[in-house]
């Protein structure tokens, strides 16, 4: 997956694309400037993925300034796990072995390794280097690993392994499976003909379930146990004989898997182990992150709703322009006593007038018309200014002009602090006006844009707020 990250200066905005999201039908845009806490970017939480591309440019107004800003884009698929193929399987003489990627494997797939050695009790698969060991068994092991196109399958080697000690390796990939195991059940096995297995409680819907089993002595065939779609397996006489299979079962619901069973043909009795494992559907199939130092370079004025709107401006700090907060109380006289009884609320949120002052006509008519919408307004300001910021109301607003430069005037905005919208509120950067302006007919807007998208692109101009 690749993420880019450009700043707009015109609208003061971070604008996020990505691609190679594979098999997501959707992905999240989170932002954060620690790697630790991650904010999900306004208009980020669901954005529609078509051929591995997110179909709209996530836009941030809200970053925050003159520091990195870390974006992660996490791509999410809604359809069931899949099971693609299994690999070819490998086997040895207390010796590393390796099976082979499965046959129509794709970026973001989950492969996982399935690997035993013969001498119970003191012989251990190592985990191989960038994977996840999701089963330690004894002598029997499940790995995992997503699939990057880059990496080549390793060779799984042991540790305690003995002569004659056989070693046994398969290979599986699932798409959209995740990681770690959601439920996990082991049974060891008295010596025996078929190997039993036990129940395991699935969490929840949309998990595989997936059977592992060894026995210690070679066989014809395995059967596969009701309900269960079969892998592959690997039987091995180059030591003193061991074998394994695998098979899975996809489930919508949480169910119990019931105890069962594998039937083997050929070989004789012996000790064994089985594996059932449960792995949750991914969250996310891909996440990759991009970085980014944004700069504001003075304080902004911005309309989440209309952010076309979207300007810098020039503030005046006045002395006599303090902060307050309301008191949310009440004083009560009580019959026979002295001291009255005081009800109280936590204080209201901050209060401030803020000055702005604009050097042309067409500066001040874009703020008069900016401030016409009546919506909130999301004061942004540079790291270490003095002007507070945030989501505000405005009321009452005031205009006056400069008795010997009349194409200079002031406003004084009074602002009260206020919650942010919802993640999910998100403007337009233009509107149907702003395209009509541009394009006289159908056929040149088609000449000029060549998708949809293109047209969101346009950028609207401030008087088309105007309603007559």
């Given at each position: ?5 450009t700043?707009?200066?015109v609208l003061s905005r971070v604008e996020i ?12 845009v989170?932002r954060?400037?620690?790697?630790i806490?991650w904010?999900?970017?306004?208009g980020g939480?669901s954005v529609?993925v078509a051929?591995g591309?997110?179909s709209?440019t996530?836009s941030d107004y809200?970053?925050v300034?003159g ?8 791509g999410?698929?809604?359809?069931a ?6 690999g070819?399987s490998?086997?040895?003489?207390n ?8 046959a129509?494997?794709?970026?973001d797939?989950?492969v ?20 996840t060991?999701?089963v330690?068994?004894g002598?029997e092991?499940?790995?995992?690993r ?13 540790t305690g392994?003995v002569t ?11 798409r959209r499976?995740?990681?770690?195991a959601?439920?996990?059940a082991t ?9 039993a297995?036990?129940?395991l409680?699935l969490?929840?819907g ?10 210690q002595?070679?066989?014809?065939t ?5 309900g269960y779609?079969?892998m ?19 489930h919508s619901?949480?169910?119990t ?5 594998v039937t083997?043909?050929g070989?004789a009795s ?7 494992m ?8 891909n ?5 980014i130092?944004?700069v504001?370079?003075?304080v902004?004025?911005?309309?989440i709703?209309?952010?076309?709107l979207?300007?810098a401006?020039t ?6 322009n ?8 009440g ?12 009800v109280?609320?936590v204080?209201g949120?901050r209060?401030w ?5 604009t ?5 001040a ?5 900016m ?14 200014c003095?002007?507070l910021?945030?989501y ?8 006056t002009?400069?008795?010997l430069?009349?194409e ?8 009260q602090e206020?919650a942010?919208?919802?993640?999910d509120?998100?403007?337009s950067?233009s509107t149907?006006?702003t395209?009509l302006a541009?394009?006289a007919?159908?056929s040149a807007?088609?000449a000029g844009k060549a ?5 969101l692109n346009?950028?609207?101009?401030p008087?088309?707020v105007?309603?007559p």
């Amino acid at each position: 997956m690749a993420v880019t990250l450009t700043y707009d200066p015109v609208l003061s905005r971070v604008e996020i694309t990505a691609n190679g999201l594979n098999a997501a039908d959707t992905a999240t845009v989170d932002r954060s400037t620690d790697g630790i806490q991650w904010t999900t970017v306004r208009g980020g939480s669901s954005v529609p993925v078509a051929a591995g591309v997110m179909s709209a440019t996530v836009s941030d107004y809200e970053f925050v300034d003159g520091v990195p800003n870390t974006y992660r884009v996490r791509g999410a698929a809604s359809a069931a796990i899949a099971f693609v193929a299994a690999g070819s399987s490998a086997s040895g003489n207390n010796t590393s072995v390796t099976a082979t990627l499965p046959a129509g494997t794709i970026v973001d797939d989950l492969v996982l390794i399935h690997a035993s050695i013969r001498n119970s009790g003191t012989g251990v698969p190592n985990t191989p280097a960038g994977w996840t060991l999701l089963v330690l068994f004894g002598n029997e092991a499940i790995f995992g690993r997503a699939y990057d196109g880059v990496w080549t399958m390793p060779a799984v080697t042991f540790t305690g392994g003995v002569t004659n000690a056989d070693t046994l390796a398969e290979s599986a990939t699932f798409r959209r499976a995740g990681m770690p195991a959601a439920a996990v059940a082991t049974q060891l096995n008295a010596s025996a003909q078929n190997i039993a297995f036990p129940a395991l409680q699935l969490p929840a819907g949309g998990c595989v379930a997936v059977l592992a089993a060894w026995k210690q002595d070679d066989w014809i065939t395995s059967g596969s146990p009701a309900g269960y779609g079969f892998m592959n397996q690997v039987t091995s006489t180059a030591g003193d004989d061991a074998s394994q299979a695998w098979w899975y079962q996809l489930h919508s619901t949480a169910v119990t898997i019931p105890t069962g069973s594998v039937t083997v043909s050929g070989g004789a009795s012996a000790i064994s182990r089985a594996i059932v494992m449960a792995l949750p559907h991914a969250d996310y199939v891909n996440s990759e992150t991009a970085q980014i130092t944004p700069v504001l370079g003075a304080v902004w004025l911005k309309d989440i709703s209309r952010p076309f709107l979207n300007r810098a401006v020039t503030v005046v700090m006045a002395e006599d322009n303090p902060v307050t907060r309301n008191a949310r109380d009440g004083v009560f006289d009580i019959v026979g006593r002295s001291f009255p009884v005081v009800v109280t609320d936590v204080r209201g949120s901050r209060q401030w007038a803020l000055q702005l002052r604009t050097a042309t006509v067409d500066e001040a008519d874009a703020i008069d018309l900016m401030l016409s919408t009546g919506d909130p307004m999301f004061v942004h300001v540079p790291a270490g200014c003095q002007v507070l910021g945030g989501y505000v109301r405005i009321g009452n607003t005031g205009q006056t002009w400069h008795a010997l430069r009349p194409e200079q005037s002031a406003f004084t905005l009074p602002l009260q602090e206020t919650a942010a919208p919802g993640p999910d509120v998100v403007g337009s950067t233009s509107t149907w006006t702003t395209v009509l302006a541009a394009y006289a007919t159908w056929s040149a807007l088609i000449a000029g844009k060549a998708t949809w998208a293109d047209v969101l692109n346009l950028v609207g101009d401030p008087s088309e707020v105007i309603v007559p």
